[in-house]
């Protein structure tokens, strides 16, 4: 009997977007979708080991009061698990070490990226190197955006993927590298699975195909190896044609949406070589 | 000594905050700076080592890539004035409790009492500025007197050691608890005296109402017993004036009104709220018979309507429009998750799925002097929008519809309508979800926040006109992370059963939520000392009526007590327990064992005396202007397209996510490039079935200066017509009503009141008329009619406003239309009857003229043509639908030509009349219950056959060429504009705010 899939969605203190994370993961064929609230990990009561897939999820964390996702990953850095010596975040590096699965969508990314989850060059996965701060135009924005794939991004998610359409809805989606020689490396190294693009998905520093005014139009960054992946667009907000925000007009569309093929990705790569 | 963390960018690192605020000082101010960058402050007043507080500094409290931290010394360099903006003593600092929860991460401790962390921002300006324009900045543009100050430094007045001074807005309570007892055996005048300086907002008559209650022997005998005197303590009186506040009690829409309409006919209406509202749902719920969906109306915190068979559908839509006039971010953002909490706190508890906000305001381009306390109407925009922007998103709930409304009379209130839905599942443990009901014995728990100054007097506050002695104390901030964090937790305890009933706490505090909930069971006995406080120093009346933020009320049964109180623990959220649900037949408070309020509540919560308020409609002579026929009416659409109440809001919706949760189906934007104005909002609450929601509204203030009466029946069409646009079902739909209106009490202060109130009485009975023959029950709603502002000898009343807010299902959401043409070669339908009804429309307007001839509903014929429409959407017959409003058929075809980013042609002899009607009239009348279809050719047969034997007239075609153009009745080309131009006029406006 084929083993199942156990996917996570981390909830609480300010998590907004768990519900449909978790509904993407089910569409994808995960077999056990659990929506966990942070306390029960705290409480020790769930522990991150026994899941294949963790996301995180967009939201506000603590209101993104200290800069996006900053009072979110001081308390992952520093919160006890209850009756035992380990930080919480040290479970999550023991997931990322066993070879498992981590995607963040928009909080979940400024989350990864302040954690030092992503890019993580050199196989450290404990210090911020790059960050994600405000948006050029200094304003929350939810719009649409056409994502250009790179072809030869390790990044499992985007496997066979050319080009996707996904909303944005964020005030700090400005992904900054820590210097120049970082950036050089993540693009040689195709870490760079997704670009803000036009509509025939070509990159652009271009308001507002750009929302943000990225450093190199950057949308999404995974990994070396791949597994570890977050992006600022929503990929759960499109999963059937009825997401799409020119459905009515466009019979053409599949039923299925384009954010979908992340999660099926995430869960065939889970079922062919982890589980 | 405290310690004081500054951070800023590192150099070459754009300051993105700055460079706004840069532009907004140059656009509100007309303040040219050649820069302005930003600095975050954060005041630590806490036992902390130095290295723990540098740990701080480095770690969560700077991004190491982008930022530098500076521990007691400035990172301000290289400026001409330096401002820094902290808050005043005890306004709600979310990102200060968020920076102390870090700490207490960081080092493993948690802050004593007293302790804390105060954030403030430091602006460091470059240009030619001089101290006085810096004052000007601060006070007029980056900072609220009300609830912030500021320190204003020159750059040779910063010390380059220690930077700006420390300054802990921390509150030092002095006061010892202590409770006053008033005698009100004293003259009228003095009883008057007595309200006025007591912000309790109670006439003569409930005064001396009062003063009979603890007159009586056979009260007194009982107040003895309890060891109270005759007189009340201000904890009583306190309760009391809270609980018979116009804002909780609607004296005005409980009054008896004695109403003389213009033939002289006179009636006593025994409470508009009983014999028009309650009585249009009681009719209508009977006409439904068994398809009656309504399942909770009026008696909650929100109306609750079926969904389908296991769940229930909830709604609610509020106002707070005080205290946005003077804090508009924190009244808005309160307004926000204030009413989110009635969402939430209905029946057994629900889960919230959409927001929706109206907003009306006076142009932000206004360029007059402001009378005194008056804040710009651009600041107002600024602060309302984004207070609802911070509430709504970071709540994680989409604003799905809304709309902005304009007249210069907002400048006297704004009005800020903040609406939320929310799903429950039809049962719980086998009961009614939408049922609740506290039992004696239970514990009185109260959730969430703590109770500090902020709110104080809201209630009371809010049932008065804006005037010179407004309190700040009744302006607090929303914690939309403390909020969200108690109703994540309700829900795990409501579904483990661990509470027999709740509701939220809003205006008037305890006061209100506990005295309502007591009434369950006919009494209560509240410790007050047991509250938990955000520092010391209140009294014990101040505890009981604070209308600090986030807080939930419920009763715990005592053998869940102890599970309910460890949950919460766990889920890192404040529950206290302040005593018990009884039977007494008293609202009973005690602190620190010593009673301080003994009330019967049936006097608390029935005596309120019934006002009496005299009603006289006149009706104004009113001419129609007769206006020229215009030489070129591509420039006079052109100029409607870019009027306030008409373009794109689309920068304020790309500020609101209206797509969180996945279900939004129908969006604020729709078309070929997602920037269409779409009529309603669908959205599917659950992800697993097809099933929708469809919220839309409708308000039209404009018509009130004509006849409140055609006003209300316009709403309510607008309402219905937007919704069924969309494909929302005309047979399962409930409305909402939210009255604003201007003092309608006769007085020295109010002498129009008569004409006023007889507003008020023909705006209801056309809620009545029309809800009844349209077969729309009401649900629920709110009322607010102390919209004016008053001081010396100015008055700005403003127009009487009505939101109706409608809400209901869609099938299949799959089957659900938007108002963007589809494809060149489509037929045009316009669907029902143009009249010469020009009087108070846009076009008018633009005129500056109001006219006569408002536009009248007809509800059977309205009726008719929504249901063909729902049939002909069922069938997939409509390939667009638009409903036509403000700017009416020219307006229409245009936004629905570019937001299809096709042409259309149109020939206005096509169009449906009872009398020949001049071409402005045709394309610019507002004459209701008219849509705007599209269909594609091969379905024409069909479609007309569902419309057959009614107003459905084939007036033109999409077309390919990117022109809009209309032929008038003499066949002449009266339009011909390319849809980009058009776009743009209607862009424009408020495109950069």
């Known amino acids: 009997m084929a083993k199942e899939i156990r996917a996570i969605v981390i909830a609480g203190n300010g998590t907004n977007c768990e519900r449909e994370v978790a509904h993407a993961c089910r569409l994808a064929g995960a077999e056990v979708v659990d929506i966990v609230h942070i306390a029960e990990l705290l409480a020790g009561r769930v522990r991150l080991d026994d899941f294949h897939f963790l996301n995180l999820a967009g939201g506000f964390l603590d209101g993104d009061d200290l800069g996006s996702a900053k009072a979110g990953a001081n308390r992952l850095l520093h919160a006890r698990v209850a009756d035992s010596e380990e930080h919480l975040a040290d479970q999550l590096q023991r997931f990322v070490a066993d070879g498992k699965l981590v995607m963040g969508v928009c909080n979940g990314f400024q989350l990864m990226v302040k954690m030092g989850l992503l890019p993580a060059l050199d196989g450290n996965y404990q210090q911020q190197t790059a960050t994600l701060t405000f948006n050029d135009g200094g304003r929350f924005e939810d719009r649409w955006t056409y994502l250009a794939v790179d072809p030869d991004s390790p990044c499992v998610y985007t496997r066979g993927l050319q080009g996707i359409y996904l909303p944005v809805r964020h005030g700090e989606g400005k992904f900054v590298p820590g210097d120049d020689a970082l950036l050089e490396r993540i693009e040689s190294a195709h870490l760079v699975p997704l670009r803000y693009a036009t509509a025939d998905y070509q990159p652009t520093m271009t308001f507002p195909e750009n929302p943000n005014g990225s450093v190199a139009a950057i949308a999404g960054v995974c990994d070396p190896s791949g597994r570890l992946f977050g992006l600022m667009p929503h990929p759960e907000a499109y999963v059937h044609r009825t997401h799409h925000p020119r459905w009515t007009r466009e019979p053409e569309l599949p039923e299925e949406g384009m954010g979908l093929w992340l999660y099926r990705n995430a869960v065939e790569f889970l079922r062919s070589e982890v589980v | ?993």
């Open chain 2, 1 to 993: 000594m405290p310690w004081r963390i500054v951070v800023g960018l590192k150099d070459g690192v754009r300051d993105a905050r700055g460079e706004r605020v840069r532009a907004e000082i140059r656009r509100h101010l007309g303040i040219e700076l050649e820069s302005v960058r930003t600095l975050d402050v954060y005041t630590v007043d806490a036992e902390l080592t130095d290295d723990e507080v540098v740990a701080a500094a480095n770690g969560p409290f700077c991004d190491p890539i982008i930022q530098q931290a500076a521990v007691n010394q400035p990172l301000a360099e290289d400026f001409d004035i330096l401002i820094e903006v902290g808050f005043r003593p005890g306004v709600t600092d979310n990102v200060g409790r968020t920076a102390r929860e870090a700490i207490q991460y960081l080092t493993g401790r948690s802050f004593a009492d007293g302790e804390g962390v105060y954030t403030s921002t430091q602006y460091l300006l470059k240009g030619a500025v001089d101290k006085q324009t810096a004052e000007t900045i601060a006070g007029d543009f980056l900072a609220n007197g009300l609830i912030q100050r500021w320190t204003i430094l020159a750059a040779d007045e910063l010390d380059p050691a220690k930077g700006v001074p420390v300054n802990v807005p921390r509150v030092v309570g002095s006061a010892e608890p202590t409770v006053r007892t008033i005698s009100l055996d004293v003259s009228d005048e003095q009883l008057l005296t007595i309200s006025r300086d007591g912000m309790l907002a109670l006439n003569l008559e409930e005064m001396k109402k009062l003063q009979a209650y603890v007159a009586d022997p056979a009260t007194r005998e009982k107040r003895c017993a309890r060891g109270l005197s005759a007189e009340l303590t201000d904890v009583e009186l306190e309760a009391l004036a809270q609980t018979w506040s116009e804002h909780c009690k609607h004296k005005i829409f409980s009054a008896k009104i004695d109403y003389t309409d213009d033939n002289g006919n006179r009636q006593l209406i025994d409470s508009l709220f009983k014999t028009y509202i309650v009585g249009a749902t009681a009719r209508v719920r009977e006409n439904l018979g068994e398809r009656d969906f309504c399942l909770s109306v009026f008696k909650d915190n929100a109306g609750v309507i079926r969904f389908n068979d296991d769940w229930s559908l909830v709604f609610k839509v509020e106002t707070h429009n005080s205290p946005s006039a003077l804090d508009p971010y924190g009244g808005a953002l309160t307004g926000i998750v204030g009413v989110n909490r009635d969402g939430v706190g209905t029946g057994m508890g629900a889960r919230l799925i959409f927001n929706t906000d109206v907003f009306c305001f006076a142009s932000p381009f206004l360029d007059k002097p402001l009378p005194k306390r008056l804040l710009h109407p651009r600041r107002i925009f600024d602060g309302v929008v984004e207070g609802v922007e911070h509430g709504g998103n970071k709540s994680g709930i989409p604003t799905v519809n809304g709309s902005i409304v304009f007249d210069d009379r907002f400048a006297g209130k704004p009005l800020v309508y903040c609406g939320t839905a929310a799903i429950m599942p039809a049962e719980l443990n086998g009961r009614p979800c939408h049922e609740k009901a506290v039992q004696v014995g239970d514990h009185i728990v109260m959730t969430g926040g703590r109770i500090g100054k902020d709110g104080i007097h809201g209630a009371t506050f809010s049932s008065e006109e804006l005037h010179e002695g407004s309190p700040v104390t009744a302006v607090q901030i929303g914690d939309p992370i403390t909020q969200r964090k108690m109703f994540d937790f309700l829900t795990i305890a409501r579904d483990r059963g661990l509470y027999n009933s709740m509701t939220d706490n809003g205006a008037g505090g305890l006061s209100s939520s506990i005295g309502e909930m007591a009434e369950d069971t006919g009494g209560c006995e509240l410790h007050l000392d047991r509250a938990p406080l955000k520092y010391p120093g209140l009294q014990p009346w101040e505890i009981l009526i604070s209308e600090a933020q986030e807080r939930m009320s419920l009763a715990v049964p005592p053998d869940k007590l102890d599970e309910f109180l460890q949950l919460a623990k766990e889920m890192d959220v404040e529950a206290t327990d302040l005593g018990t649900f009884t039977d007494s037949g008293y609202f009973h408070c005690l602190y620190r064992g010593e009673t301080v309020a003994w009330l019967d509540m049936e006097f608390l919560h029935q005596g309120v005396p019934q006002m009496v308020i005299p009603a006289r409609w006149t009706p104004k002579a009113l001419r129609e202007p007769g206006l020229a026929m215009p030489q070129d009416l591509n420039l006079e659409l052109s100029a409607l397209l870019g009027r306030l109440n008409i373009c794109s809001k689309e920068s304020v919706i790309r500020r609101y996510d209206h797509e969180v949760q996945a279900g939004t189906v129908i969006k604020p934007l729709v078309g070929v490039a997602n920037d269409g104005p779409s009529d309603a909002a669908v959205f599917r609450p659950l992800l697993d079935s097809f099933e929708g929601t469809v919220v839309s509204h409708g308000i039209c203030p404009s018509y009130s200066d004509i006849d409140t009466y055609h006003m209300m029946a316009c709403a309510i069409d607008e309402g219905l017509r937007n919704y069924v646009a969309v494909g929302g079902d005309i047979e399962h739909v409930a409305g909402l009503d939210n009255f604003c209106w201007c003092d309608p009490v006769l007085s020295e202060k109010t002498p129009d009141g008569e004409y006023k109130a007889a507003q008020l009485v023909r705006a209801n009975q056309a809620l009545y008329d029309y809800c009844v023959a349209f077969g729309v029950p009401l649900i629920s709603g709110k009322d607010s009619m102390k919209n004016d502002y008053q001081i010396g000898d100015t008055k700005i009343s403003i127009p009487p406003t009505v939101l109706f807010s409608v809400i209901g299902r869609i099938e299949d959401v799959r089957r659900a239309v938007s108002m963007d043409v589809k494809r060149p070669g489509d037929l045009v339908y316009l669907l029902g009857v143009t009249r010469d009804e020009l009087g108070g429309s846009e076009y008018y307007a633009a005129h500056g003229e109001l006219g006569r001839n408002v536009p009248k509903v007809d509800a059977g014929y309205a009726l008719d043509l929504y249901k063909r429409l729902n049939r002909a959407q069922r069938q997939g017959l409509v390939a667009s639908c638009h409903d036509l409003s403000d700017g009416g058929l020219g307006v229409a075809l245009a936004e629905k030509a570019f937001a299809g980013g096709f042409g259309i042609r149109a020939d206005l002899t096509a169009v449906r009349t009872d009398v020949p009607l001049r071409d402005d009239t045709l394309l610019f009348s507002e004459s209701q219950s008219r849509l705007l279809v599209s269909v594609h050719p091969e379905l024409r047969d069909d479609f007309e056959a569902v419309f057959a034997g009614t107003d459905c007239a084939l007036i033109g075609e999409v077309t390919e060429d990117g022109r809009l153009e209309v032929t008038g009745t003499d066949g002449r080309v009266l339009i011909d504009s390319r849809i980009e131009d058009l776009k743009q006029a209607w862009q424009a406006p408020l495109r950069e705010l």
